[in-house]
């Protein structure tokens, strides 16, 4: 066998239909690696867990993360409390980057607005400070130690703190959404419940709910959202840090071969899944926010049903940007 896996190559596919000027209907079509969990079959579990982020590149400190506690579930291992945190503090860097990507360089793009690749820079610098100082080498087999909190992980968090707070602040994006009148654009229909990712995670906080007043749940609303979770993610990484004591790991009495774990992602839950024989991966299955969100009749399907024809390319590529999925997608129109 192997001992590397490429990373598959994806995408979303959205297949717009147009019908009197207006979009009647939404296919879409996914190439996602929905069946790429088969290819850690018959591998050690540190060897499954250790190619995982090679399969899942783009959030692949949450996928081993996720897949390291539902190994450890089913290996009847309580990590220490040192670890959860360290992974914690790694899991939001990682939703920091991809927040900031998405703000920083996908959005300005797509609006003809000067991008910030210093954000992301500085986002992809604090994953390695926080891997390297809390983590260490071997931090992805179940069970492992965790390092000390060190002065550098501080530092670079603070300096992530005041990079997002400077971004937010100076962000112009919401003002460009409202002078191309599409604030409002691919709200959610009434009584449906907001997509995985950054709207259900704020949607309750003051300046989203306040846009969702004005404008509904749509464009500015999930622009908004994705906003907070840029000013809010430091605070979180700097609280969980704070709770990093060197303890170590222990055995439980539940070990049963099956173990399963949830952790949250920049774009939603993720949920691992598990079956261990003899230290052998038997059965996995994966579970991601991508998978939800795009789903037919989804929130990304319905925000488009019924979009005017006119101006529907650049307002169709942000409503998708803002919803997110977790590969490259496609935007194709059709005329009845």
Same mark, same amino acid.
Request: glycine content about 8%; hydrophobic content about 50%.
């Given at each position: 066998?192997?001992?590397?896996?490429?990373?598959?190559?994806?995408?979303?596919?959205?297949?717009?239909?147009?019908?009197?000027?207006?979009?009647?209907?939404?296919?879409?079509?996914?190439?996602?690696?929905?069946?790429?969990?088969?290819?850690?079959?018959?591998?050690?579990?540190?060897?499954?867990?250790?190619?995982?982020?090679?399969?899942?590149?783009?959030?692949?400190?949450?996928?081993?993360?996720?897949?390291?506690? $539902?190994?450890?579930?089913?290996?009847?291992?309580?990590?220490?409390?040192?670890?959860?945190?360290?992974?914690?503090?790694?899991?939001?860097?990682?939703?920091?980057?991809?927040?900031?990507?998405?703000?920083?360089?996908?959005?300005?793009?797509?609006?003809?607005?000067?991008?910030?690749?210093?954000?992301? *820079?500085?986002?992809?610098?604090?994953?390695?400070?926080?891997?390297?100082?809390?983590?260490?080498?071997?931090?992805?087999?179940?069970?492992?130690?965790?390092?000390?909190?060190?002065?550098?992980?501080? *530092?670079?968090?603070?300096? +992530?703190?005041?990079?997002?707070?400077?971004?937010?602040?100076?962000?112009?994006?919401?003002?460009?959404?409202? *002078?191309?009148?599409?604030?409002?654009?691919?709200? +959610?229909?009434?009584?449906?419940?907001?997509?995985?990712?950054?709207?259900?995670?704020?949607?309750?906080?003051?300046?989203?709910?306040?846009?969702?007043?004005?404008?509904?749940?749509?464009?500015?609303?999930?622009?908004?959202?994705?906003?907070?979770?840029?000013?809010?993610?430091?605070?979180?990484?700097?609280?969980?840090?704070?709770?990093?004591?060197?303890?170590?790991?222990?055995?439980?009495?539940?070990?049963?071969?099956?173990?399963?774990?949830?952790?949250?992602?920049?774009?939603?839950?993720?949920?691992?899944?598990?079956?261990?024989?003899?230290?052998?991966?038997?059965?996995?299955?994966?579970?991601?926010?991508?998978?939800?969100?795009?789903?037919?009749?989804?929130?990304?399907?319905?925000?488009?049903?019924?979009?005017?024809?006119?101006?529907?390319?650049? $307002?169709?590529?942000?409503?998708?940007?803002?919803?997110?999925?977790?590969?490259?997608? *496609?935007?194709?129109?059709?005329?009845?």
């Amino acid at each position: 066998m192997n001992d590397t896996v490429a990373a598959t190559a994806a995408e979303v596919r959205l297949m717009l239909d147009i019908a009197d000027g207006h979009v009647s209907n939404v296919a879409i079509t996914s190439t996602r690696p929905v069946q790429a969990a088969q290819v850690f079959l018959g591998r050690p579990v540190e060897e499954a867990i250790g190619l995982i982020g090679s399969v899942f590149s783009l959030c692949g400190r949450a996928q081993t993360i996720a897949a390291l506690n $539902a190994a450890e579930a089913a290996m009847g291992i309580c990590a220490a409390p040192a670890v959860v945190s360290a992974r914690d503090v790694l899991r939001f860097a990682e939703m920091f980057t991809q927040t900031a990507m998405r703000l920083a360089l996908q959005w300005p793009r797509a609006l003809g607005l000067a991008l910030e690749p210093g954000l992301v *820079r500085l986002a992809l610098k604090a994953e390695q400070v926080i891997e390297h100082e809390m983590l260490g080498a071997g931090w992805k087999a179940p069970g492992s130690g965790a390092l000390q909190p060190a002065p550098a992980v501080d *530092r670079v968090i603070d300096r +992530l703190t005041d990079a997002a707070d400077t971004f937010v602040s100076h962000s112009v994006l919401g003002r460009e959404l409202q *002078r191309l009148g599409l604030s409002g654009f691919g709200a +959610l229909a009434d009584g449906m419940p907001a997509e995985d990712g950054p709207l259900r995670r704020n949607w309750d906080q003051t300046t989203v709910a306040e846009i969702r007043a004005r404008h509904g749940p749509g464009l500015a609303a999930r622009l908004e959202a994705s906003l907070t979770d840029l000013a809010l993610l430091p605070g979180w990484m700097l609280a969980v840090a704070d709770t990093v004591e060197d303890t170590a790991a222990r055995q439980s009495d539940c070990s049963s071969s099956q173990g399963e774990a949830e952790v949250e992602t920049a774009r939603g839950a993720l949920r691992h899944a598990v079956i261990l024989k003899d230290g052998i991966v038997v059965g996995c299955h994966i579970d991601a926010p991508t998978d939800r969100n795009f789903r037919p009749g989804g929130p990304v399907a319905a925000g488009l049903i019924g979009a005017p024809a006119e101006g529907l390319e650049l $307002a169709a590529r942000l409503h998708v940007l803002a919803i997110d999925p977790c590969v490259e997608f *496609r935007i194709e129109t059709r005329h009845a």
